[in-house]
């Protein structure tokens, strides 16, 4: 079947006599003067003023962020055409290839004259920027590591910022932006560059959605983002748009309500079709005359445009916002000369603009009605014809390629160019991106089991660091469903499904993942990074300490095999972890040794993350002081390497270290704030609602008992349905404390339930707050021998243990019996 061209098919939905507007026809014969150029900027008074008093107090980061069409670009372009000094601005493509800062390395490519003196370390982007090589320090030699690679290239991008300062950094369209731009401002909200100004635009994220941007921004201090909503426009905004556009001293109350009616206030939609309403002429007070929709006014500027010139421009749509005029004279069989007469034409009939480096659509809403103008077997075959010429571009543009290919249902070229983007984003160290590419591929039909193995490993490493989790682990869980798989995809893709679990919040069942794949990973040093996982014991339900340990030396037996370093190093702070929850002193020995390595002092984010879980587990022991010195470390060395990932955690472990030292002064509300933080990063969020709900308990009076109530309650059910021990036993003790002077029955059922988890677990520094309850209950019922198995259990448990918080405890209880119940 031949395929239609789009000329043909836009000639028969522009001609073939579709009624553009809700009502009937009007005269041509009357027409309102032609417009030339934009309409008259109107409206966001208190915008305008917000964002200069912004701009004029560097450092500062604004988020301008807005549905498609609601004027955020022509809100940047109006504040920026009545501010002096220097700026530099950028855009993100709608398919951009993966390569790093690209917008913010566009926005600075012309700035060379601009530059003061450079720190060293921004020679990182010479290789980017080859137009400044002769004004950069030279590139250092790479790292190893490509977190570090990232993180240096962060503060290169810092550092020639720095250099131009003052200056007002733009980059609009964040919503595209590469994952690399991204961490840069999340980087520069907790690391402001004195002098620099950084507005950004984006669209609003979906109901219940996010956007790579909103997220990296939600990582940073609440202090450090202005975000600035746009909405609609007012109705007086749109009467002087009306007045101004067709002319009237006084718009009829019917027609503006008629406009935001039908346009729903959004500028874009508004502008349009008042400037077809004074271009067609007519009655423009009749109801009947106003467009009811984006697409009836397109359709109408589409009207003076020839077959040739509709068949160009539906192309162009196609291809993208700013469509390049040789592609689409290769993709056509036309030459430049056509091309370029057909786009003037639709530049001429207010269909594209002029934006000094060429034509492209006035904005993607409007691109988007012209594709969506066309049947998608002509989208289709316009997606394959353009894939076939990009083919011979060098370097080839695989994003491009893998975006055409999709939408023409090509699926093996698809296949191919989005595994050699994520292959190239990887290589670049942007897991994020790579991820973004490979889980597209997981949805074609017919994939072939080895191919999909292959490329679900590879998303499953890009992934399991990143922010694709939540998108890949059903997909995961489909391909571990398959008898079929192989064992070595298999082993691989269970410990990476259960890593990502963990990370999500799911303690039993991703450790559950890891248990099942490990007798299926075929390396000694996947083997003992994933025992280095089970062998923690704060984590999850239903396994005793001793399987801890067990895995431990198994893990340790499986490094020693492997001869990695970072396998034995993995396994060395898995083991001080162990210990230290058990109250074993040999811990800190190991930690001195393994503080003072160079192997720990290579990984900074390695380090990082080993200090964070020390220090938790010194708080788990009592050791406060001590958890205080790792948490510095640790907080350090996360500032240091811009590890913005774990800033939740510390700020977790930051805020429980205040709990077990008495700091008590602002505590709910800082925990409160970080429990909405942390819904960005699920593993750290039972945590931080459990150590929410036990200060609030703590702290509880009259009224509020209830709201600690039910907050402990949440995190006993969500614990439970998670497999989450620290959590749950941490609730449950606490509950049983509430609970302790108004209902003492139910104050011991909930500490016995959290005593038996302790028990199953076999770590019995975490029973000291439950048995005190359970003492406490007793003795004010006047039985404090029903105490004393409690006490007992708990003396033997923790004989010979490093656990001062529960020896405290233990002489408290024994005290407390003692009093009423003397020998």
């Not at 503060?155 to 961490?183: G, I, K, M, Q, S």
């Not at 930690?591 to 003072?596: G, T």
């Not at 656990?803 to 003397?822: K, T, Y």
Request: with cysteine; charged share 25%.
């Amino acid at each position: 079947m031949a395929v239609p061209h789009p000329g043909d098919v836009l000639a028969r939905v522009v001609d073939g006599g579709e009624n553009t507007t809700q009502g009937g026809g009007v005269s041509a014969d009357i027409r309102l003067p032609r417009l030339r150029g934009p309409v008259e900027f109107v409206g966001r008074t208190a915008e305008l003023s917000a964002l200069r008093r912004l701009l004029d107090a560097p450092p500062c980061l604004i988020l301008l962020e807005g549905e498609a069409g609601i004027g955020k670009s022509r809100l940047v372009t109006q504040l920026l055409a009545g501010m002096p000094g220097h700026r530099l601005i950028g855009d993100c493509d709608d398919v951009p290839e993966p390569f790093p800062l690209g917008a913010l390395l566009d926005a600075i490519r012309g700035s060379a004259d601009r530059l003061g003196p450079l720190n060293p370390v921004a020679g990182a982007l010479a290789p980017l920027l080859p137009e400044l090589a002769d004004r950069l320090p030279a590139a250092p030699p790479p790292l190893a590591d490509p977190a570090a690679e990232r993180h240096r290239l962060l503060r290169a991008a810092t550092a020639v910022l720095a250099a131009l300062t003052p200056t007002v950094l733009v980059l609009e369209d964040l919503h595209w932006a590469d994952p690399v731009t991204c961490e840069l401002l999340s980087y520069l909200g907790t690391h402001p560059v004195d002098g620099l100004s950084v507005l950004l635009t984006a669209r609003t994220p979906p109901p219940g959605g996010s956007t790579p941007v909103h997220d990296a921004l939600a990582r940073t201090p609440p202090w450090a983002v202005t975000r600035m909503p746009l909405g609609p426009l007012e109705a007086d905004d749109v009467r002087r748009m009306a007045a101004q556009t067709l002319r009237l001293d006084d718009p009829p109350p019917q027609l503006t309500a008629t406009l935001l009616d039908r346009t729903a206030g959004i500028p874009f939609v508004v502008e349009e079709v008042l400037r077809t309403l004074a271009e067609r002429g007519g009655d423009p007070l009749a109801d009947d005359s106003v467009p009811f929709l984006l697409r009836d006014v397109l359709l109408w500027r589409l009207r003076p445009l020839d077959d040739a010139a509709r068949e160009v421009l539906g192309a162009a749509a196609v291809l993208g916002l700013a469509p390049d005029q040789g592609v689409l004279a290769a993709a056509l069989n036309l030459g430049r000369t056509p091309v370029a007469a057909a786009l003037t034409a639709a530049h001429r009939a207010g269909l594209m603009h002029d934006t000094g480096q060429g034509l492209r659509f006035r904005h993607d809403l409007a691109r988007q009605v012209v594709y969506d103008l066309m049947p998608r077997e002509t989208r289709e075959w316009l997606h394959l014809r353009i894939a076939r010429v990009l083919e011979h571009h060098l370097p080839k543009p695989v994003a491009q390629l893998a975006h055409h290919y999709r939408l023409a249902g090509s699926w093996t070229d698809f296949v191919r160019n989005s595994e050699a983007a994520a292959d190239l984003a990887t290589g670049r160290g942007d897991d994020a991106t790579a991820a973004r590419f490979l889980l597209h591929t997981m949805d074609v039909p017919e994939l072939p089991r080895p191919v999909r193995a292959r490329l679900a490993n590879k998303l499953a490493r890009a992934a399991i660091d990143g922010l694709s989790q939540a998108d890949a682990i059903p997909v995961l869980e489909r391909l571990l469903a398959d008898r079929g798989l192989p064992p070595g995809a298999r082993g691989e893709l269970g410990l990476m499904l259960g890593r990502m679990l963990r990370q999500q919040g799911e303690a039993l069942r991703g450790y559950a993942e890891i248990e099942r794949a490990v007798p299926y990973l075929r390396a000694p040093r996947r083997r003992a990074q994933a025992l280095a996982v089970l062998a923690a014991p704060d984590t999850v339900v239903g396994r005793h300490v001793d399987e801890h340990l067990a895995r431990c030396a198994e893990a340790e037996a499986a490094a020693a095999a492997s001869g990695d370093p970072a396998a034995d190093l993995a396994v060395r702070i898995a083991r001080a972890s162990l210990l230290l929850e058990l109250g074993d002193p040999a811990a800190w020995a190991i930690i001195a040794e393994l503080s003072a390595s160079t192997e720990l002092a290579d990984r900074p984010r390695e380090h990082a993350r080993a200090c964070l879980n020390w220090a938790q587990g010194a708080l788990h022991a009592g050791h406060v002081s001590q958890a205080a010195a790792l948490l510095a470390t640790g907080r350090e060395l996360v500032a240091e390497t811009a590890y913005e990932r774990l800033s939740p955690l510390v700020e977790a472990t930051e805020l429980s270290l205040d709990r077990a030292a008495g700091r008590w002064d602002g505590l709910a509300d800082r925990l409160t704030r970080l429990v909405a933080a942390a819904e960005r990063m699920p593993v750290t969020l039972l945590d931080a609602r459990a150590e929410l709900a036990t200060v609030l308990a703590r702290t509880a009076e009259g009224c509020e008992v209830a709201a600690a109530e039910r907050a402990l309650r949440g995190v006993v059910a969500d614990a439970r349905r998670a497999g989450a021990i620290w959590p749950l036993v941490q609730a449950l003790s606490a509950l049983a404390r509430l609970m302790l002077r108004r209902r003492p029955d139910e104050a011991a059922g909930h500490a016995a339930d959290a005593l038996a988890l302790v028990r199953e677990k076999g770590i019995w520094a975490w029973a000291a707050e439950a048995v005190e309850v359970l003492t406490e209950a007793a003795v004010a019922a006047g039985e404090p021998a029903r105490a004393a198995p409690a006490v007992a259990e708990l003396a033997a448990g923790i004989h010979g243990r490093d656990a001062p918080a529960a020896r405290a405890v233990l002489r408290r209880c024994r005290d407390l019996i003692s009093d009423r119940h003397p020998t």
